[in-house]
T-cell receptor, first 117, second 114 residues
Framework: GNSVTQMEGPVTLSEEAFLTINCTYT??????LFWYVQYPGEGLQLLLK?????DKGSNKGFEATYRKETTSFHLEKGSVQVSDSAVYFC????????????????FGQGTILTVHP | KAGVTQTPRYLIKTRGQQVTLSCSPI?????VSWYQQTPGQGLQFLFE???????NKGNFPGRFSGRQFSNSRSEMNVSTLELGDSALYLC?????????????FGEGSRLTVL
């Protein structure tokens, strides 16, 4: 079956530090890959996505590249801010929506990021 | 464009009671999915509805049920509540246009079972 593994947290950084959160996946075919962010007391917001190998998703200074050869989708940001403190989830869906994939994202366990001034 | 709206945001119930949660999707979105989020199990898929039909279901007991109305609004119900049902219940909507799924989540309904 499909699965997503994220680096264990929590991650604590100082403001302006470089961020990497590792994500690897197991899936058949060519899944679509996502990073979602959850701020305290809120639901999930889509941060970025990539739908095919070597695609780079980017948003708000965050980037992630779909690496088929290493089955990875690591999240990076060059300079984090205090406002980036949140929980980050890596997720995937199979390429073709249908059957047991309708509406179903497979999530990693989440990585808590805390950024100090 | 209004986002996904979930009500109520917070509620407290006691064991054995039942609860109904409501979700209004983004206008034009016909697919609604429900997820349970707990510290121990993370995010788990409950079910998905499209055009008033359940198309997909996760591994939850029959106490968890849902439905979708003709205007795409959805409700989920949990009967005979257990302490372990305490969680954040998230609703997400999608255009369901096939290929890549992009889910838009609401802020959730936080259920506490005492």
């Amino acid at each position: 079956g499909n699965s997503v593994t994220q680096m264990e947290g929590p991650v604590t950084l100082s403001e302006e530090a470089f961020l990497t959160i590792n994500c690897t996946y197991t899936a058949t075919g060519y899944p679509s890959l996502f990073w979602y962010v959850q701020y305290p007391g809120e639901g999930l917001q889509l941060l970025l996505k990539a739908t095919k190998a070597d695609d780079k998703g980017s948003n708000k200074g965050f980037e992630a590249t779909y690496r088929k050869e290493t089955t990875s989708f690591h999240l990076e940001k060059g300079s984090v801010q205090v406002s980036d403190s949140a929980v980050y989830f890596c997720a995937l869906t199979p390429y073709a929506a249908g059957g047991t994939s309708y509406g179903k994202l497979t999530f990693g366990q989440g990585t808590i990021l805390t950024v100090h001034p | 464009k209004a986002g996904v709206t979930q009500t109520p945001r917070y509620l407290i119930k006691t064991r054995g009671q039942q609860v109904t949660l409501s979700c209004s999707p983004i206008s034009g979105h016909r697919s609604v999915s429900w997820y349970q989020q707990t510290p121990g199990q993370g995010l788990q898929f409950l079910f998905e509805y499209f055009s008033e039909t359940q198309r997909n279901k996760g591994n939850f007991p029959g106490r968890f049920s849902g439905r979708q109305f003709s205007n795409s609004r959805s409700e989920m119900n949990v009967s005979t509540l257990e302490l372990g049902d305490s969680a954040l219940y998230l609703c997400a909507s999608s255009l369901s246009s096939g290929g890549t799924w992009e889910l838009f989540f609401g802020e959730g309904s936080r259920l506490t079972v005492l």
